[in-house]
């Protein structure tokens, strides 16, 4: 790993931070950012669902959850031919890396033949890959690899403690097996998590602090806000007590943070920015992150959309990143 980067950072450490005045948490944050990444830019993505719903998992935040009572219809996984339309769509609207996205617990072999060309389609695009299948298998991980693959999502969610209480049909050790299938293929990790689940501050400490002190930090750090679904468990306990929504000062803090811990990795300001401030979006930006999601829709939760992107981008100053070709994590090793 580069000399800037580490990985002994202890939970003191990071509750220490956290713990900062907030103007010199910014500080410290915006001084890691500018020495490590372009100021001023920042990646736009696009995520897809290729196959949505009537995932037997019960991760208590998701709509895609056959446990759950959301409406969500289960799908097919989406022919690859329309996959790859809407990629074309996506970077014609200025997106660089498109992600892919399947409510699987696991994807079968059968399905991996479909998987392979809409990965090779949308490389063949010029774009930045992205999937995100569930767990996978070794032999799995190395076809993705084979066909290309820049990145794999596994996101840990929440801290190791307060896992069990968001999902139980799949353990937190699982979710790092299938982080190290990835890095052994040579295909680059996107990992992070959700807040706004209900968790303290000591749970975002842990979340981060996981992340932080794995043996390579994620090249892609995405950082969600719940967006509460109702019919899900979190969605209709944060219904009822609504004060266990993250404040926006804390959200923004936590961005801080991942940047701080982890200098190299794109820090990505993921799921509900529909409901965030213009101003709360400007302060993620100057904690460090830099790549969004654009577009109207996120896997099923809604998204602010293009135009939206393009007056605050204008606002601020902002411009979107210059594509380029994405380095392959054994590259980034040697």
């Known amino acids: 790993m580069d000399a800037v980067s580490r990985n002994d950072w202890s939970r003191e450490d990071i509750a220490a931070l956290f713990d900062l005045p907030f103007d010199e948490l910014m500080w410290r944050a915006q001084g890691v950012h500018r020495a490590h990444h372009a100021v001023g830019e920042v990646q736009l993505c696009t995520l897809l669902s290729i196959k949505t719903g009537g995932c037997p998992e019960d991760c208590g935040y998701c709509s895609q959850s056959a446990r759950a009572e959301t409406g969500v219809k289960a799908t097919k996984l989406m022919d690859v031919r329309a996959v790859l339309q809407r990629a074309a769509e996506a970077r014609d609207a200025g997106s660089q890396r498109f992600c892919m996205g399947a409510a699987w617990r696991n994807p079968k072999d059968r399905d991996m033949d479909a998987i392979i060309a809409m990965i090779e389609g949308v490389r063949s695009m010029g774009m930045e890959t992205c999937m995100t299948l569930g767990m996978l298998t070794p032999s799995q991980a190395q076809r993705l690899a084979g066909a290309g693959l820049d990145y794999y999502n596994h996101n840990i969610d929440t801290s190791p403690e307060r896992y069990g209480d968001v999902i139980t049909t799949r353990s937190f050790d699982e979710r790092l097996e299938t982080l190290e299938h990835v890095r052994s293929a040579g295909i680059n990790v996107c990992c992070g998590g959700i807040v706004g689940m209900g968790e303290t501050r000591a ?55 991942a940047r701080i811990t982890m200098p190299l990795s794109m820090v990505r300001l993921s799921a509900g920015r529909e409901s965030m401030s213009e101003a709360t979006q400007a302060l993620c930006f100057m904690a460090g992150a830099n790549s969004i999601f654009t577009g109207d829709k996120l896997l099923t939760a809604g998204n602010r959309g293009d135009s939206a992107d393009a007056t605050l981008f204008a606002k601020l100053g902002l411009k979107p990143m210059a594509a380029e070709e994405p380095m392959r994590a054994c590259e980034v090793a040697a």
Do not use: Y
């Open 203 to 257: 749970d975002r400490v842990g979340f981060v602090h996981a992340l932080a002190t794995l043996p390579r930090h994620p090249e892609s750090v995405p950082v969600n806000a719940l967006v509460p679904v109702k019919g899900t468990v979190l969605g209709d306990m944060l219904a009822d007590t609504p004060l266990a929504k993250i404040d926006d000062i804390e959200f923004v803090r936590t961005v801080a943070v």
